[in-house]
């Protein structure tokens, strides 16, 4: 069982849709908690929509969160709206989103959004002036063994769009 470090016992694993949380989160060794589940079991999640997406009433979610007592990695892109300690922001190239996506057969206009939301910054619009540490880039599983120090901020995160 992991101890938490550094004080830090639950860690957000937040990113676009397809950008591979998962995998990152099965490939840390880490127990790891789906945000969904956590939201079903809580009465958290609304009706399936016509997109194919249950909406989470992530406000609700917030106030009846519980810490885990190991270090525990939350996997969700919306992870970053309950109190977890930390935030691991998982990118993907937009071009290797969309493939991804298509293959999941999602909507084509579900395709866009996401890719869109994905080279506009992904998560990092929603973080801006938050105080927790986060991650971005290689090398997560010395950043969680180290504590969890800051690292990335919204300045030094990937731009999509300043790539050719």
Not at 66 to 91: E, F, K, M, S
Not at 127 to 137: A, K, N, Q, T, Y
Not at 140 to 159: E, F, L, Y
Request: net charge negative; hydrophobic share 35%; charged share 20%.
């Amino acid at each position: 069982m992991s101890m938490a470090v550094g004080g830090i016992r639950s860690i957000g694993v937040i990113g676009t849709p397809g950008c591979g949380k998962t995998t990152l989160c099965q490939s840390l060794g880490l127990p790891v908690l789906s945000l969904r589940d956590i939201a079903e079991k809580n009465h958290c999640l609304g009706k399936i929509e016509a997109d194919g997406a249950a909406p989470m009433d992530v406000e609700k979610l917030a106030e009846l969160w519980q810490h885990p007592d190991v270090l525990t990695l939350i996997d969700g892109h919306l992870a970053h709206h309950v109190p977890v300690d930390a935030l691991i922001v998982v990118r993907c190239h937009p071009d290797e989103l969309r493939n991804r996506l298509g293959q999941r057969g999602y909507s084509s206009e579900k395709i866009q959004a996401n890719v869109e939301v994905e080279m506009l910054g992904g998560p990092w619009n929603d973080l801006i002036g938050d105080s927790r540490p986060i991650f971005e880039g290689e090398g997560v599983r010395d950043w969680i063994d180290n504590g969890c120090p800051p690292h990335t901020t919204p300045d030094s995160a990937i731009d999509w769009l300043s790539q050719p």
